[in-house]
Each structure stands twice: as structure tokens, then as C-alpha cells.
């Protein structure tokens, strides 16, 4: 089955997304998922394979443990400001699992991501706390929050990223940014998903 073909179905799952990428670590962000991080002690580390389509910054395609997902950004990322000066594009992707093998698909030239990371899931209680969980943990509603150490060749970079999933909206994404510590490289200029992201390296 073509992409683009697959992409007109009916979404496998959505989510609500808003990610930043640097060159460098930022500890006042790794610290931030770290406090939380008590449930789990060790990050996950794993490596995934993405399938850059030329021109399709809207379009991501890879293999996560032996898993083909394709995404699509359902329309072009709308600036959030928080922190009065941080900002960061807010996107909305769909996703679906490919059943496929990708090479048959003719996507041959693939990206190799080491990835160490540190994620967890958080839900909004009766009171108006946020309650954390574990990243395994099944829950119908809910944002996904991650900070991960990559690896591409000779070089690290690092992401720092929100998912929104099960219906959550912008304001729950919002409210949820407010507790994030103010730091310059939350900015436009390192804000984007993966796709995007890859055609820079």
C-alpha cells in the first residue's frame, strides 16, 4: 500500500505534540523530567530507523522495534508562546502502523537514531494536580512528556518534547507547560517534529 494512500485512512491514533531539538544537553530540562522520574530508575534506550520521504516535512516514516509507523502532520505547526519568551510549534499528527515492509515500499535510504530516553506519562486529576505514571502504562488520556540524548554517526543531540493523547487540547498542554523551568533554547528556532528535524542533519 502507497503512503499517501494509507495516510487517507482513518488514523490508527492521534496525538497533540509540541518538541524542540539542540546540539547540546540542557540540564535545567533534564533535571525537570528526572524529578519526576522516581517510578522508573533507567531510561529506555533503543535504537530506531527513519525513512526520510525528500520534501515531506509533514511525513515520518520509521521502524521502532520491529514495528513500521508512519505519521502525518495533520497541518502546520501553530506557535505557543509560554514563559512570556519561550515558544515552541504546536503540531497535530496522526499515526499508523504499516504492515508492509518499508523496503517494499521503495523508502531504501534510512537514518539510524540511538536514542536514551527519559519519559513518563502524567494525567490531570479531580483536583487539578498531575498525577505521574510510568511511560509503559496503558491510559486512555493523558501527555507524554520526554527528554532524550540522541545519536546519528559521530554526533549527540537532544529533544525535549510533549505528547498530548487521548482527546487532551491545547490548554491542557499549556497548563502543563507552566511547569516547565524557563530556559532560552525553548524557542521557534529549535522547535519542529522529527521529520524535519532528520532533513537538518
Not at 485512512?9 to 528526572?34: Q, Y
Request: charged share 25%; glycine share 6%.
Amino acid at each position: 500500500m502507497q503512503l499517501d494512500t494509507l495516510s487517507a485512512m482513518p488514523p490508527d491514533s492521534s496525538s497533540l505534540e509540541i518538541r524542540w531539538f539542540f546540539s547540546k544537553p540542557v540540564p535545567e530540562l533534564k533535571a525537570f523530567v528526572l524529578a519526576a522520574f522516581r517510578l522508573k530508575p533507567l531510561p529506555e534506550i533503543r535504537t530506531d530507523v527513519y525513512y526520510p520521504i525528500p520534501g515531506r516535512e509533514d511525513l515520518g516514516l520509521k521502524t521502532r522495534e520491529g514495528e513500521n509507523e508512519l505519521k502525518k502532520r495533520r497541518q502546520s505547526g501553530l506557535p505557543l508562546f509560554f514563559h512570556d519568551s519561550q515558544a515552541g510549534y504546536l503540531e497535530i499528527w496522526d499515526k499508523w502502523v504499516v504492515e508492509n515492509g518499508i523496503e517494499q515500499e521503495g523508502y531504501l535510504n534510512s537514518i539510524s537514531i540511538r536514542k536514551k530516553r527519559w519519559a513518563l506519562k502524567f494525567t490531570l486529576s479531580e483536583t487539578g494536580a498531575w498525577e505521574v505514571h510510568p511511560y509503559e502504562s496503558y491510559l486512555p488520556r493523558g501527555i507524554q512528556m520526554e527528554y532524550t540524548a540522541l545519536s546519528w554517526r559521530d554526533c549527540a543531540y537532544f529533544t525535549f518534547g510533549l505528547e498530548g493523547f487521548g482527546s487532551v487540547g491545547q490548554a491542557e498542554v499549556e497548563q502543563f507547560l507552566a511547569l516547565v523551568p524557563p530556559c532560552s533554547e525553548l524557542s521557534l528556532d529549535h522547535s519542529s517534529g522529527y521529520p524535519a528535524w532528520i532533513f537538518r542533519l
